[in-house]
């Protein structure tokens, strides 16, 4: 039987990382724990956002950044999509509705351009629920004619 390394549990680090408040902590910090930096910690950091949105939105914040960030140090379009989105979340539940809905359509593009096709139908919610606060009935309605 393969053995298969096993990935330090991310959950002490997620609340070190949610606390974290500048750019130059968070890159000290991916520096430091390198060994969970890759796509599947941009999904664990997306999920925590969703978590805290109602909860402790300036956290599920610092945390949708610090997506962005290692999306970006990975330079892997789909872990990009992935911090879009719990981007979108974190503007959503602020009532900035027009950039989530920016951030939302960012995800969705990088989402189908990566053939991430299981993210993109997860994804739609987010744009549709946006639209109708804005009251952009018809555009949301649109998909389903």
């Given at each position: 039987?393969?053995?298969?390394?096993?990935?330090?549990?991310?959950?002490?680090?997620?609340?070190?990382?949610?606390?974290?408040?500048?750019?130059?902590?968070?890159?000290?910090?991916?520096?430091?724990h390198?060994?969970?930096?890759?796509?599947?910690?941009?999904?664990?950091?997306?999920?925590?956002?969703?978590?805290?949105?109602?909860?402790?939105?300036?956290?599920?914040?610092?945390?949708?950044?610090?997506?962005?960030?290692?999306?970006?140090?990975?330079a892997?379009?789909?872990?990009?999509?992935?911090?879009?989105?719990?981007a979108?979340?974190?503007?959503?539940?602020?009532?900035?509705?027009?950039?989530?809905?920016?951030?939302?359509t960012?995800?969705?593009?990088?989402?189908?351009?990566?053939?991430?096709?299981?993210?993109?139908?997860?994804?739609?919610?987010?744009?549709?629920?946006?639209?109708?606060?804005?009251?952009?009935?018809?555009?949301?309605?649109?998909?389903?004619?």
């Open positions: 039987m393969a053995m298969i390394a096993r990935q330090p549990d991310p959950s002490p680090l997620l609340v070190e990382l949610g606390r974290l408040s500048n750019r130059r902590e968070v890159t000290r910090f991916f520096r430091q390198a060994d969970v930096c890759d796509a599947s910690m941009v999904e664990r950091l997306h999920d925590e956002v969703v978590h805290l949105t109602l909860a402790d939105v300036g956290r599920a914040d610092r945390l949708a950044r610090a997506a962005r960030q290692l999306a970006d140090i990975l892997d379009d789909g872990a990009r999509a992935q911090s879009m989105r719990a979108g979340h974190v503007l959503f539940a602020r009532g900035h509705w027009a950039d989530a809905l920016e951030r939302y960012e995800a969705l593009d990088l989402f189908r351009r990566t053939g991430q096709d299981l993210y993109v139908a997860r994804t739609l919610s987010g744009p549709l629920q946006t639209l109708f606060y804005l009251g952009q009935y018809d555009r949301a309605s649109a998909p389903a004619d």
